[in-house]
């Protein structure tokens, strides 16, 4: 497990209790906020934006929802500006661990973090004392290939495909996911989730009983509307 990827968020808050759901919006919403406040509010032209918009889409954000976070982004609507940060830390037996949130308070989402991490027996760690143990990688995850197609896949920049029983996950150069989704869409293929992950250059194995701990860590950090997205180095 490199990342635990807002894919897995949105199907397993499918169907679960409305406050849920609302928290899954809220996390949503702020992904586009951002995005539009980089990029600009054309998802043809903000490609970041365009991925956001396809993951709300996919986890049934209303439209109503989707262009308001739009306007929010380009200050269009007024309300409290969002800003991204990237936390770095450790979790059981060492486990190295990124942490991207979203949030509207630097302070409440730093305290958060760090009680949540402290209470697992982890720690915050200093700006880029994990970093260099992950890379960026764009990652797709489709239903099923064709053999057939996973030549051309590489001449368009995949670096790795690997197939299992729910899916097939499609690797590639940060700079090249763009041109892997738009090839896949060219042939029809439906993408299930497209995005720029922290993938692990190695794994780290760690005790069942740090997994355990971990599980739990990974699972509060996920419940919380201020994280975005989070990382690991762990063997899970």
Same mark, same amino acid.
């Given at each position: 497990?490199? *990342?635990?990827?807002?894919?897995?968020?949105?199907?397993?808050?499918?169907?679960?209790?409305?406050?849920?759901?609302?928290?899954?919006?809220?996390?949503?919403?702020?992904?586009?906020?951002?995005?539009?406040?980089?990029?600009?509010?054309?998802?043809? +032209?903000?490609?970041?934006?365009?991925? +956001?918009?396809?993951?709300?889409?996919?986890?049934?954000?209303?439209?109503?929802?989707?262009?308001?976070?739009?306007?929010?982004?380009?200050?269009?609507?007024?309300?409290?500006?969002?800003?991204?940060?990237?936390?770095?830390?450790?979790?059981?037996?060492?486990?190295?661990?990124?942490?991207?949130?979203?949030?509207?308070?630097?302070?409440?989402? %730093?305290?958060?973090?760090?009680?949540? !991490?402290?209470?697992? *027996?982890? #720690?915050?760690? #200093?700006?880029?004392?994990?970093?260099?143990?992950?890379?960026?990688?764009?990652?797709?995850?489709?239903?099923?290939?064709?053999?057939?197609?996973?030549?051309?896949?590489?001449?368009?920049?995949?670096?790795?495909?690997?197939?299992?029983?729910?899916?097939?996950?499609?690797? %590639?150069? %940060?700079?090249?996911?763009?041109?892997?989704?738009?090839?896949?869409?060219?042939?029809?293929?439906?993408?299930?989730?497209?995005?720029?992950?922290?993938?692990?250059?190695?794994?780290?194995?760690?005790?069942?009983?740090?997994?355990?701990?971990?599980?739990? !860590?990974?699972?509060?950090?996920?419940?919380?509307?201020?994280?975005?997205?989070?990382?690991?180095?762990?063997?899970?």
């Amino acid at each position: 497990m490199s *990342g635990h990827s807002k894919w897995a968020q949105i199907h397993r808050q499918k169907g679960v209790a409305d406050t849920k759901r609302g928290a899954l919006f809220t996390k949503l919403g702020k992904a586009i906020t951002i995005a539009a406040k980089i990029g600009g509010p054309d998802p043809d +032209a903000n490609f970041r934006l365009r991925l +956001a918009i396809d993951q709300a889409k996919a986890a049934n954000l209303p439209k109503d929802n989707i262009e308001r976070a739009i306007k929010r982004g380009t200050g269009e609507l007024s309300g409290q500006q969002i800003e991204q940060i990237t936390y770095e830390g450790f979790g059981p037996g060492g486990a190295a661990l990124i942490i991207e949130c979203l949030t509207d308070n630097r302070n409440r989402t %730093s305290s958060a973090i760090k009680h949540i !991490l402290t209470k697992s *027996g982890g #720690s915050l760690g #200093s700006p880029n004392s994990v970093a260099w143990l992950f890379e960026p990688k764009g990652v797709v995850r489709i239903k099923n290939l064709e053999e057939k197609l996973e030549l051309e896949l590489i001449d368009a920049g995949a670096t790795d495909i690997i197939k299992d029983p729910d899916n097939v996950i499609i690797y %590639s150069q %940060s700079n090249d996911l763009k041109k892997i989704k738009e090839f896949l869409e060219k042939k029809q293929i439906q993408t299930d989730y497209a995005e720029i992950e922290q993938v692990a250059k190695a794994k780290k194995m760690i005790t069942d009983q740090e997994k355990e701990k971990l599980e739990t !860590l990974l699972s509060e950090l996920g419940e919380n509307e201020d994280v975005n997205n989070y990382y690991t180095n762990a063997e899970i």
